[in-house]
C-alpha cells in the first residue's frame, strides 16, 4: 500500500513538473518522501524539480527577492544532489564489499 501512494506521488509529481507548477511537484514529492525516506529517486526527482524552480526564476527577469530565493533553492537542490550521490556512493561500496567477501 505505501509503495503504491509512493508510485502514486511520483506521477503525480511528474505531471505538475511538465506542467511547469514546481511547487506542487516539490509537495507531491514530499509527500512521497515522508513514506519512503531512503529512495534515492525521489531524492533526485526534488533535486530535478528544485534546480529547475531556480533557474526558472533567474530566467524569469526577477526581483531581488525572487533572485534571493532562487538561490536558495538552487542550494537545495545541491544539497539533495550531494545527499543522493552519498548515498549511490554508500551502496556501491557495500555492494563491492560484499562481492570481495562472497
Known amino acids: 500500500d505505501s509503495l503504491n501512494r509512493v508510485e ?18 516539490k ?6 518522501l515522508h513514506l519512503a525516506p531512503r529512495n534515492s529517486q525521489l531524492w533526485y526527482n526534488l533535486g530535478i524539480a528544485l534546480e529547475h524552480d531556480g533557474v526558472r526564476r533567474v530566467n524569469n527577469h ?3 527577492e525572487e533572485l534571493l530565493r532562487a538561490i ?5 537542490a545541491a544539497d ?7 548515498t549511490c556512493t554508500a551502496a556501491a561500496a557495500a555492494a563491492e564489499t560484499a562481492k570481495a567477501t562472497s
Not at 539533495?80 to 552519498?86: F, G, P
Request: hydrophobic letters at 40%.
Open 8 to 25: 502514486m506521488y511520483l506521477y503525480i509529481a511528474k505531471a505538475h513538473y511538465l506542467a511547469e507548477n514546481t511547487e506542487e511537484c
Open 27 to 32: 509537495t507531491a514529492l514530499t509527500k512521497a
Open 72 to 76: 536558495k533553492v538552487t542550494k537545495q
Open 62 to 64: 526577477c526581483t531581488l
Open 80 to 86: 539533495v544532489y550531494h545527499k543522493v550521490h552519498a
